[in-house]
């Protein structure tokens, strides 16, 4: 139990790695709260900061979920709490893992625990679990994003796939190896970042929400002198 204690609390403190925040701040001496939609996430470092910033906020909160659910979760784990033991052990932990660095990225200790959204610390985690859902499901979202040009739509499209092709895939195509506790996590999240999105969802419903202008490179405001 102490195990699984720390699993938990690691995973947390490296999903509150405000990766956003502090590439902003070190390499650009920007605070991204400021400026855009004042979200601490990599969409708002993208059209803040440009492309460069973006990407590396992204790789580093998909490197997050991936950490935690890959790689932390396999510290040695004496046991679960009774009434989990029907699923397997190995997949609780790690999504319990998951769950956690996801946690911490949106609310993160390291900046007084305003943080992202959780979608990039998310697919991380999902990526780690089981790679062919979560292609699918990236596949969900480039169609949507391209057709919409709304990231925020194509992020809770996404996010709502995820636990819909996991029930295709086991409940009607019978794949086995897919946990049922994959199921209930990927609905957990969904609802998660779908109330993440919330402002986002009114703009959507009102028809002001932000598009994407042009899906080459981002200069970023920055870039063209706006802050």
Do not use: C
């Not at 409940?171 to 990927?186: C, H, N, Q, R, T």
């Not at 703009?203 to 899906?215: A, D, H, I, P, W």
């Amino acid at each position: 139990m102490l195990s699984l204690v720390i699993i938990v609390l690691l995973s947390y403190l490296v999903g509150s790695i405000p990766s956003s925040l502090w590439v902003g701040r070190y390499i650009y001496g920007v605070d991204l709260r400021q400026y855009g939609s004042g979200n601490a996430g990599a969409t708002n470092a993208f059209r803040v900061l440009g492309w460069p910033a973006g990407v590396i906020s992204t790789i580093v909160d998909l490197g997050k979920g991936l950490l935690a659910a890959g790689v932390i979760a396999t510290i040695r784990v004496d046991g679960l709490p009774s009434g989990l033991e029907f699923w397997h052990i190995e997949t609780v932990v790690r999504l319990l893992a998951g769950v956690a660095a996801v946690v911490g990225h949106m609310f993160p200790v390291w900046a007084k625990f305003k943080g992202g959204k959780g979608v990039n610390t998310s697919a991380g985690v999902l990526f780690a679990l089981t790679p062919i859902t979560m292609f699918m499901t990236l596949g969900v979202f480039a169609v949507v994003l391209f057709s919409s040009r709304y990231v925020s739509l194509a992020s809770i499209t996404a996010a709502i796939a995820f636990p819909s092709l996991i029930a295709i895939r086991k409940y009607v195509f019978g794949i086995d190896a897919l946990e049922p506790s994959l199921l209930i996590v990927g609905i957990i999240l969904a609802l998660a970042i779908v109330a993440a999105h919330h402002t986002n969802i009114r703009r959507l419903l009102s028809g002001t929400e932000n598009r994407v202008r042009s899906f080459r490179p981002a200069k970023g405001m920055r870039g063209r002198g706006e802050l």
